[in-house]
């Protein structure tokens, strides 16, 4: 019964900056690599940025120097702080954890928030 909520979308004009949370809650016995993606109108899925829990990241090249991914592993939480927001980032924003669920898994599998709209407009 693993479960990741996000939070912290909305409208915010060109330039502006906002905080996505992503918290992990259930059946957890170890997240690996945590990360966020948007999906835009009419487009694909895409890589935002992805944390290991070593606390090393990765980026896509539309968002660098402008997004700055980190995680709480006490809390089992995962942030995106987003500067200088542009029209283009304008998108549902969904976090993803790989997480081992249970001490009888055999993999680790793939999980998904529900998403939190994202919108930069002047």
């Known amino acids: 019964q693993v479960q990741l909520v996000e939070s912290g979308g909305g409208l915010v004009q060109p330039g502006g900056s906002l905080r996505l949370s992503c918290a992990a809650s259930g059946s957890i016995v170890i997240i690996n690599d945590m990360g966020w993606y948007r999906q835009a109108p009419g487009k694909q899925r895409e890589l935002v940025a992805t944390?290991?829990?070593?606390?090393?990241?990765n980026y896509a090249d539309s968002v660098k120097g402008r997004f700055t991914v980190s995680r709480d592993n006490a809390k089992n939480t995962v942030y995106l702080q987003m500067n200088s927001l542009k029209p283009e980032d304008t998108a549902v924003y969904y976090c993803n954890a790989e997480i081992w669920p249970s001490l009888v898994s055999t993999l680790p599998y793939n999980y998904w928030g529900q998403g939190t709209q994202v919108t930069v407009s002047s």
């Open positions: 944390i290991t829990s070593g606390g090393s990241t």
